[in-house]
């Protein structure tokens, strides 16, 4: 998948560990690239996937999300483990981009709704969600993947 830009979106597998690392240390947070290659193949045997946003170099974003049932819904639901895009980067459409690709993917595996947890810190994010169609319960952001009845 690509976009106008040359910007590729593309499914992660374990050679991207330590691009992804980079990028999460960005954000804060500090992974063992070692460690991330393992969850990554993890995640590919799970239903869920890890696609990343790429031109050259290091990623410039990632959006992760895992797929089931629950006991309150028709369909299943996409929750969204990880958003993140290098700061630099932001505020040029990769993160729109990014969760365009994973809706995509989430409604072609059965899913209804996607639901992502934004922390009270995460301004951003919390942004991010309200000017991409979601709606906020408390720290929750439900998006609907089918036309609502």
């Known amino acids: 998948m690509s976009n106008r830009y040359g910007l590729a979106i593309r499914s992660a597998d374990a050679v991207d ?6 990028l999460i240390r960005t954000a804060g947070g500090s992974v063992d690239p070692q460690g991330l290659a393992r969850r990554l193949e993890g995640i590919l045997v799970q239903p869920g996937l890890v696609l990343l946003a790429v031109d050259w170099g ?3 974003g990632v959006i992760a999300l895992n797929w089931s049932w629950t006991l309150f819904d028709e369909l299943k639901v996409a929750q969204v483990t990880a958003l993140l895009v290098y700061p630099e980067q932001r ?7 990014l969760l365009k ?3 995509q993917a989430a409604r072609s595996a059965g899913c209804g709704e996607l639901r992502l947890t934004a922390p009270m810190k995460a301004d951003h994010l919390r942004e991010f969600c309200l000017a991409t169609g979601f709606d ?9 993947l089918r036309k609502r009845s």
């Open 17 to 22: 560990a330590e691009g992804l690392a980079e």
């Open 91 to 97: 505020r040029k459409g990769i993160g729109r981009l």
């Open 101 to 103: 690709a994973a809706s």
């Open 58 to 60: 290091p990623p410039s």
């Open 136 to 144: 906020q319960a408390g720290d929750t952001f439900n998006r609907p």
